[in-house]
């Protein structure tokens, strides 16, 4: 309810605003959707119109109007390896929520999501996966969950999930994890309690459990030992 | 709020209307399209009610999936012993399998138990080689039968006793390995307790995932199934709604649905329903999961549910988290031994050989939390327990170990004179081979409590097994309401009931869960495709 009001109201004084202006027809006034389909496509060069001021120290001129001004040299990675790619994940952390994916990224909903200018695709999201994806890229850059931590260590979404674009329900398997935070004898050995060694967590009388199992990408993670060991003195990192 | 859609279904009813030149059929046919009643044969009124869960898209009638998103042969729902042993043996008929687990680990309460099965036998005859006496199929028979108050389903019972040393040579050549040691536990007449060397359930679960896995059945974490999908009450199960995160699908099934999902022992309001005296403050051995709404889904397709308020206390868990670990074990195989239990005042207060309500019963009564059991390093060894394992418990504080029972009156805050007299008389009960003060039967295995070193378990009662559950027949089907199996539908351990009766015998869920299992993913593997 609250936020209806508050939705009307703004519309309203958006609405009055755009009047005002006069310049502004009562149709551009309309809901932002027709707006942005009307809109001019905007690229690179409508917020950068010199890319200098936003480039590391010594780095060369770039040029050109849109991505490929940096794909040229950072070529798109295809591989799915588990690791850090810090061109890719400065380039998104910069501008989660202030551009549209699409500046840069080519998508056909549930056919294609590949690159401007180049012969390559990610996967093939439908228009739900893409507001899934574009919720949780938020998530990635910003939160308090696991998934800004990898953020902010240049991991972006195929650092964890693969080759292809996660989709909702996606897990993320052990051998990924590992391959930055293994081997996993290793990680025992660091969590293992010294006076009690085999009330580990990284070494459940579970078995092979999953590291989702409490350590969650995209929302809180939870011990779970705890679920049955509440006295047990754990805590996520 | 949500609206709830009514679909007028003429056709459903005029259908209803034809059946009652039949009797038998009106009734089965009828009642769970919600077509019974004086409203409909007075064809006036619209749809009567049926079972469909309220607040769920089109609750007055549920339709079928228009497409289903996938097709299995056999589906399976939780990945404990019965859910496994059945993946296994569907997936030897050659059936794609899948087991739907909701649980983000496998196992259930299985992988957690005390990895402990009751048989009378075994291929290499291990009582026989301990020497330690007589049993046969129909003493073990028996003595669940009285175990259970003879509310068990004789039948049922049989059919465990019977196929339960098949069972235990298939998990020895499955890989589990078992110890040497064969305890004799509460209810029991004979020797019969058979134990993994892990000393918990995982050392069963793995083998037989293992197993399941390398004939190609395959387990879906974290995905629940949310509706069982069957057209009316002569339909054969077609299908079910699974939940994975919040996405909903739908499986076609071909061959069938086994429900090996469980009891309801986690569930507060559930168990309250059928025993209202298991209130919340009581502690639960069991894992999370244990919520039972797969019975409530089978009940709402017409399956009946038996013996449902009998849920069983384990006498000997951890008393303050409720949770059966390892040393929660010993106080229950310790019995047979000469393993005693007393009170905080140093005084026995139960027959040890006793039935679990029994000795839970009597402990509640006995004045104080927690009991103790006393044993000794001799019955250790007969337990054939690791030396780790028992350095282990001590270094969580939950063993105490002492030279003398003096010392250990001292720790567990007992009077000492009471604690020693109490053992000095227990002693000659064993001696005299008569139990004055509890009648225990005394054998020639139990040892007295002389020579130290002297150990303390502390424990207390948790709500632990639901006796009851869905009724199933001797081949696993499920039945309705009207007594006739559901075709296509199968169910094997703790989600059933009849099997152990009012009062589970320790070691008798495994037994259970593997021959049921067995035989349930048996028969699901052999049913005709549908096309």
């Known amino acids: 309810m609250k936020k209806t009001a508050l939705m009307i109201t703004m519309s309203a004084f958006f609405g009055l605003v755009y009047l005002l202006a006069g310049n502004i027809t009562l149709e551009a006034a309309k809901p932002a959707k027709s707006k942005e389909a009307a809109a001019p496509r905007q690229s690179c060069v409508t917020c950068h119109p010199d890319f200098a001021p936003v480039l590391p120290k010594g780095h060369p001129p770039a040029a050109g109007k849109d991505i490929g001004a940096c794909t040229t040299c950072h070529k798109p990675d295809v591989s799915g390896k588990a690791a850090a790619n810090a061109f890719s994940a400065r380039l998104h952390r910069a501008h989660e929520g202030k551009t549209d994916c699409v500046l840069c990224h080519t998508w056909v909903p549930g056919k294609s999501f590949g690159l401007l200018g180049q012969k390559l695709t990610w996967g093939k999201p439908s228009k739900e996966e893409m507001a899934l994806l574009k919720q949780v890229s938020g998530t990635w850059a910003t939160s308090t969950y696991m998934d800004a931590g990898h953020g902010k260590k240049n991991v972006t979404c195929m650092g964890c999930h693969g080759k292809a674009l996660p989709a909702e329900g996606d897990s993320v398997e052990n051998d990924r994890c590992l391959e930055c935070h293994g081997p996993l004898e290793k990680l025992q050995a660091k969590t293992a309690p010294k006076d009690l060694p085999d009330r580990n967590p990284h070494k459940s009388h579970l078995g092979d459990i999953g590291c989702t199992v409490c350590h969650k990408g995209h929302k809180e993670s939870a011990v779970y030992c705890l679920q049955c060991h509440p006295n047990f003195q754990m805590k996520l990192k | ?531």
């Not at chain 2, 679909?7 to 209307?17: P, Q, R």
């Not at chain 2, 780790?388 to 000492?416: C, Q, V």
Request: aromatic share 6%; net charge positive.
């Open chain 2, 1 to 531: 709020m949500k609206k709830r859609e009514r679909k007028e279904e003429t056709g459903n009813d005029s259908k209803a209307i034809e059946a009652t030149s039949s009797l038998s059929s009106v009734s089965r046919r009828s009642v769970l399209k919600g077509a019974i009643g004086l409203g409909v044969l007075a064809s006036t009124g619209g749809l009567a009610m049926n079972l469909a869960s309220p607040g769920s898209a089109g609750a007055a009638v549920r339709q079928l999936p228009k497409k289903w998103d996938e097709v299995i042969d056999v589906v399976i729902v939780g990945s404990g012993f019965a859910g496994l042993a059945a993946a296994a043996e569907a997936a030897g008929q050659g059936a794609k399998v899948v087991i739907l687990e909701k649980m983000p680990t496998y196992g259930g309460n299985s992988i957690i138990n005390g990895g402990a099965w009751n048989s009378w036998d075994d291929k290499y005859h291990l009582r026989k080689k301990l020497n330690l006496g007589d049993d046969s199929w129909e003493l073990f028979k028996q003595d669940t039968l009285k175990g259970g108050d003879f509310y068990n389903y004789p039948e049922l019972v049989e059919v465990m006793v019977k196929n339960a040393p098949d069972a235990t040579n298939l998990l020895m050549d499955d890989g589990v390995k078992v110890r040497d040691t064969l305890p004799r536990m509460g209810g029991h007449s004979a020797y019969r307790t058979y134990m993994a060397v892990e000393g918990v359930g995982r050392g069963i679960t793995e083998p037989i995932k293992r197993i399941a896995e390398k004939r190609g059945a395959r387990i879906r974490l974290g995905t629940q199934v949310s509706w069982i999908w069957r057209k009316d009450a002569d339909s054969p199960v077609l299908g079910v709604e699974v939940t994975k995160e919040k996405k909903k699908s739908n499986i076609r099934i071909k061959r069938a649905l086994v429900l090996a999902s469980g009891g309801f022992s986690r569930d507060v309001k559930m168990r309250m329903t059928f025993n209202p005296s298991l209130v919340p403050e009581y502690t639960c051995t069991n894992q999370p999961g244990a919520t039972g709404e797969m019975i409530r889904y089978a009940q709402a397709i017409g399956a009946e549910a038996i013996q449902l308020e009998f849920i069983q206390l384990y006498p000997c868990a951890e008393p303050e988290t409720g949770i059966l670990d390892t040393p929660a074990v010993y106080p229950y195989t310790g019995t047979g031994y000469g393993l005693i239990y007393v009170n905080k005042a140093g005084k026995r207060f139960v027959s040890e050989l006793e039935r679990r309500d029994v000795v839970s019963n009597a402990q509640i009564k006995s004045g104080a939390k927690p009991t103790y059991s006393i044993f000794s390093e001799q019955i250790i060894q007969k337990l054939a327990v690791p030396k780790e394992e028992i350095e282990k418990g001590m270094a969580k504080g939950r063993i105490w170990k002492t030279d003398t029972i003096g010392e250990l009156a001292g720790k567990l805050g007992i009077p000492a004179d009471a604690l020693q007299e109490t053992i000095k008389r227990h002693n000659k009960f064993i001696e005299d081979g008569k139990d004055l003060d509890f009648n225990k039967p005394i054998t020639k295995n139990m040892l007295p409590l002389v020579n130290g070193p002297f150990y303390a378990v502390a424990q207390w009662p948790a709500i632990h097994h639901c006796c009851g559950g869905l009724r199933i027949n001797t081949s696993a089907q499920v039945i309705d309401i009207w007594g006739k199996p559901i075709h296509r539908l199968y169910a094997a351990g703790e989600v059933c009931g009849g099997v152990q009766g009012s009062n589970r015998l320790g070691g008798n869920a495994t037994t259970d869960c593997v021959v049921f299992g067995r035989i349930a993913g048996t028969n699901a593997g052999k049913e005709k495709p549908l096309a």
